[in-house]
T-cell receptor
Framework: GAGVSQSPSNKVTEKGKDVELRCDPI?????LYWYRQSLGQGLEFLIYFQGNSAPDKSGLPSDRFSAERTGGSVSTLTIQRTQQEDSAVYLC??????????????FGPGTRLTVL | LAKTTQPISMDSYEGQEVNITCSHN???????ITWYQQFPSQGPRFIIQGYKTKVTNEVASLFIPADRKSSTLSLPRVSLSDTAVYYC???????????????FGKGTKLSVIP
């Protein structure tokens, strides 16, 4: 497709279970970002990928959160042993190579995670 | 990055021009000002970006005074479909680390009234 896609669109899970969220960036975009948006709040940066490497993981809130990217394309955000405070909308964004200058980030529709 | 301050909410009637002002007193020399729009249940969408003076595209205009400590997003003749949250961001023009993570505040919730 032409835009960033994310799956699933909604995920309901029980506390303590693991979840995987997927992001398909725009073809050719080597930079990929994960953000989290809690109800009524602004977006919170989680992690940045350039290609398959993650030079900036500073936003991951705990070691229960991890992410990987394969083939310079699809990325998966994994949350282990989910907690109720993990409930939020998880957004993925991609852009052309982040190098010497800022490039516009294109956002996906997000995955709404609800932890019961 | 410079912190931004913008009104929490605004109301406007259809057909009116809407101006949303954002303050960013500590903006650095190489920072740009960027605005995003977010509809319910969607990711943010880029609207416009500028460095100084005036920038205009098919959607909006962005006015930035010489001191760059504030900026104003102008939406001409709004319609009901412009009801959304509008975010003002300061972004690095260049990051040595390569990461251009965006810092979003709570934005301005614009409600367009029929």
């Amino acid at each position: 497709g032409a835009g960033v896609s994310q799956s699933p669109s909604n995920k309901v899970t029980e506390k303590g279970k693991d979840v995987e969220l997927r992001c398909d960036p725009i073809s050719g975009h080597t930079a990929l970002y994960w953000y989290r948006q809690s109800l009524g709040q602004g977006l919170e940066f989680l992690i940045y990928f350039q290609g398959n490497s993650a030079p900036d993981k500073s936003g991951l809130p705990s070691d229960r959160f991890s992410a990987e990217r394969t083939g310079g394309s699809v990325s998966t955000l994994t949350i282990q042993r989910t907690q109720q405070e993990d409930s939020a909308v998880y957004l993925c964004a991609s852009s052309l190579a982040s190098g010497r200058t800022y490039n516009e980030q294109f956002f996906g529709p997000g995955t709404r995670l609800t932890v019961l | 990055l410079a912190k931004t301050t913008q009104p929490i909410s605004m109301d406007s009637y259809e057909g009116q021009e809407v101006n949303i002002t954002c303050s960013h007193n500590n903006i650095a020399t190489n920072d740009y000002i960027t605005w995003y729009q977010q509809f319910p249940s969607q990711g943010p969408r880029f609207i416009i970006q500028g460095y100084k003076t005036k920038v205009t595209n098919e959607v909006a205009s962005l006015f930035i005074p010489a001191d760059r400590k504030s900026s104003t997003l102008s939406l001409p003749r709004v319609s009901l479909s412009d009801t959304a949250v509008y975010y003002c961001l300061v972004v690095l023009a260049y990051s040595g680390a390569g990461s251009y993570q965006l810092t979003f505040g709570k934005g301005t919730k614009l409600s367009v009234i029929p």
